[in-house]
């Protein structure tokens, strides 16, 4: 019996053959905790009693959800953290630097390995071709304490997409399509495999956004199988020495096969207040926007920053609309402001956030007024997500908020 990419990768980390459906314990090479876990992660740690981290160079604690923090009670958690850091060596990525998922791309995670971070959008990672997934803080301080954890080996659902995207049509609107086509929990404790010849064209920011949201339609992780393109990125980063390809087997048995058409993917947004309630921009007429918000860890990198800043150049915000953009990393930050983004924004009369979570998760930084609405480029629309019951979001491709933001509704053009 053939293998899915996902059991090929828990195989090796098991030091088994494994099929879906197992219940395991396998190795694992990265972990990683944020400012909103990683406080229950560290007491959680400590009541182990281990004296040390089974690999401090590959525990990473982040810094991102709140930063810089917004009142007193948050900025202690993050001592919590920085106090941990300096205690048992693991490293620290703080204020500033980024969000978890863009830095552990950038930095930390490589193919055929396996992550598991107190996050659910741990799953970005799979993009590298990398079985990464998000857990509880419990599981994740036993694997910074142990070096494993145990898990079941998820069945496979394979996406095959070919065909080529209409004009400004991005991976956002393929994945959106995507969840309204299945649900938010069409796909629960599952893996999707994404290939076909769309998936081998598109670069590894559009891949990246695919795996980023596929917790969104409940899957345990995201997958696509290492290329050139992954051993390009990874070159750019200082690792092509880490690049290797995990194949499935031609037999590899999947739950299901689900083919999409490119062509057929229109401008896509998800309408409050779940991800899978989703309509194309044709079918929304008139929706009237208070904020646009570019950023996050879905699309937040600089291929996200040059679309928006294409379509803004020589043009200014509608006045009635705020618009935030927020790096996703300090590098993509840098390489913006290198190419002149930062200025188009700026003059654009868009708000400059420092990279990190910011509006996303409704700590700070862009908290929805009682009633008021927003298009974001992030991966989640729940009620409340931005710091407020009585706000609506809708999420929607960078070349959706772009547009939006200069009419002053929700618009593709």
């Not at 920053?305 to 590098?331: H, Q, W, Y």
Request: overall charge neutral.
């Amino acid at each position: 019996m053939g293998l899915t990419l996902v059991e090929k990768i828990i195989s090796e980390h098991a030091g088994k053959q494994v099929h879906a459906g197992e219940l395991v314990i396998s190795k694992v090479d990265v972990t990683a905790v944020q400012d909103g876990t990683g406080p229950l992660t560290v007491q959680e740690f400590k009541k182990i009693g281990k004296e040390k981290l089974y690999n401090p160079e590959r525990t990473i604690l982040f810094i991102d959800h709140a930063s810089p923090s917004p009142r007193k009670e948050l900025s202690n958690t993050h001592i919590v953290l920085r106090d941990f850091h300096k205690e048992y060596g693991a490293v620290l990525s703080d204020v500033g630097a980024g969000v978890c998922h863009q830095r552990l791309i950038e930095t930390y995670v490589n193919p055929g390995e396996i992550l598991v971070g107190a996050d659910s959008h741990t799953c970005t990672s799979g993009a590298l071709g990398a079985f990464a997934t998000g857990m509880g803080s419990t599981d994740v301080a036993v694997a910074m304490a142990l070096g494993k954890t145990w898990l079941k080996v998820p069945a496979t659902f394979k996406i095959i997409v070919n065909g080529k995207f209409r004009e400004g049509i991005c991976s956002k609107d393929l994945m959106l399509h995507l969840i309204g086509m299945i649900g938010a929990d069409g796909a629960t404790y599952k893996a999707l495999e994404f290939t076909g010849e769309t998936i081998e064209n598109m670069s590894m920011s559009e891949r990246f956004t695919l795996a980023n949201m596929a917790v969104e339609a409940g899957a345990k992780c995201g997958l696509f199988v290492a290329d050139d393109k992954t051993k390009a990125f990874l070159k750019e980063r200082g690792r092509e020495d880490k690049f290797r390809q995990i194949l499935p087997d031609k037999d590899a048995i999947y739950e299901r096969i689900i083919e999409i058409k490119a062509e057929d993917i229109k401008h896509t947004v998800s309408c409050p207040h779940t991800v899978d309630n989703t309509k194309t921009v044709d079918e929304l007429k008139d929706i009237k926007v208070n904020q646009v918000f570019v950023g996050t860890c879905t699309n937040g990198r600089i291929e996200d920053l040059r679309i928006v800043a294409k379509i803004l150049e020589g043009k200014t915000v509608n006045p009635d609309v705020r618009m935030l953009i927020s790096p996703a990393s300090k590098d993509v930050f840098k390489q913006a402001l290198k190419e002149g983004l930062i200025d188009i924004f700026v003059e654009a009369n868009a708000a400059i956030l420092a990279p990190g979570c910011g509006p996303c998760v409704g700590v700070h930084a862009g908290i929805l007024g009682d009633g008021e609405v927003c298009l974001a480029t992030q991966n989640r629309n729940f009620q409340g997500r931005m710091g407020n019951t009585k706000g609506f979001i809708y999420l929607a491709s960078p070349y959706v908020a772009a547009y939006t933001a200069l009419n002053g509704y929700i618009s593709a053009k």
